[in-house]
């Protein structure tokens, strides 16, 4: 009898067929690997993800926190291509650390899609490889761009950026970075340093800008929502309301924060159509639905102007 348990369930995720919870429910295993739960954005992407397939029994999500630990992150993955997942949803830890995940996938000719941060640059995945995201780059054009409007005399900025490893820290920061110098060569980048995503160190940076730069910093532009929030509080309790501070994600406490003026702009990512583009990609890979390679989920810019309608 024991034998025949071990058989039945051995068949059962060669079939892709798990059991997920005390009410016995079985289906197609989804596995969906982010980089960190506490990621306020990444959050929003994920349930997006999972909600998309509320009404869908046949399939069964299960999600694994990374932890921003790369190596943990292919752990997982391994995992659930060991317990039979069907297909591989992940939110790299580290863009430039992602080939054995993609080499595993595809040794097990799983489909695998990337979804809001981009591991392959300007090349296409390769075959059976998705990606679902935004131009990053774009978010920090948006960014330079109001800031140019607003700021028309110029003035030192200083960038909290994300993680180094993340190619939307980078992408955004060249983003400003560009902007400035092609059109507004009066704004200077005073200082940029890595805030890592997080609103308590995004406040412990702006306090030392504020300090070490004095009036002479006019604005903060965060690579992140959680970032220049933090900066919005350090220039609060350093009475510093000249200051322009500007984020990307128009997460709610974001949106909330433009309506009463505290911040001046912030960038949607769109959580919605990142989550729910990376599900539909999955789905398609299962069911052998023709797609592109790559699904690019554009960015909006908000301000006072157009915050009423978020």
């Not at 993800?49 to 869908?56: H, R």
């Not at 910093?217 to 992140?224: E, F, H, S």
């Amino acid at each position: 009898m024991k034998k025949m348990l071990v058989l039945v369930a051995v068949l059962l995720l060669m079939a892709g067929v798990v059991f997920a919870g005390p009410g016995g429910q079985k289906g197609t295993l989804v596995g969906y690997v982010c980089n960190n739960f506490n990621d306020t954005f990444q959050g929003y992407v994920m349930e997006q993800f999972k909600g998309y397939f509320a009404d869908k029994p046949e399939y069964v999500v299960e999600t694994q926190d990374a932890q921003e630990d790369v190596v943990r992150q292919q752990d997982q993955v391994n995992n659930l291509l060991a317990k039979g997942a069907k297909v591989i949803v992940v939110v790299p830890v580290n863009t430039s650390a992602m080939a054995p995940i993609t080499k595993a996938c595809q040794d097990k000719k799983v489909p695998l899609v990337y979804v809001n941060r981009n591991p392959f640059g300007d090349a296409n995945p390769p075959s059976g490889v998705y990606y679902i995201g935004s131009q990053e780059i774009d978010a920090g054009t948006m960014q330079a761009e109001g800031l140019g409007k607003l700021l028309p005399q110029g003035g030192g900025v200083a960038i909290l950026m994300g993680k180094l490893d993340n190619e939307g820290a980078i992408l955004r920061t060249k983003g400003n970075e560009d902007t400035f110098a092609a059109k507004y060569p009066n704004l200077r980048v005073l200082a940029k340093e890595a805030a890592n995503w997080q609103r308590d160190q995004g406040m412990a940076l702006a306090e030392n800008y504020i300090t070490a730069y004095g009036s002479n910093l006019k604005a903060i532009l965060g690579n992140n929502d959680d970032a220049a929030l933090g900066a919005i509080e350090a220039c609060r309790n350093a009475g510093r309301t000249d200051i322009v501070v500007m984020g990307v994600d128009a997460t709610p406490d974001a949106i909330a924060a433009v309506k009463n003026g505290s911040l001046a702009a912030t960038v949607l990512q769109d959580s919605v159509g990142q989550g729910r583009g990376a599900a539909e990609a999955a789905v398609n890979a299962l069911t052998g639905v023709s797609q592109p390679p790559i699904k690019w989920v554009p960015f909006v810019y908000i301000d006072k102007s157009n915050v009423a309608n978020y």
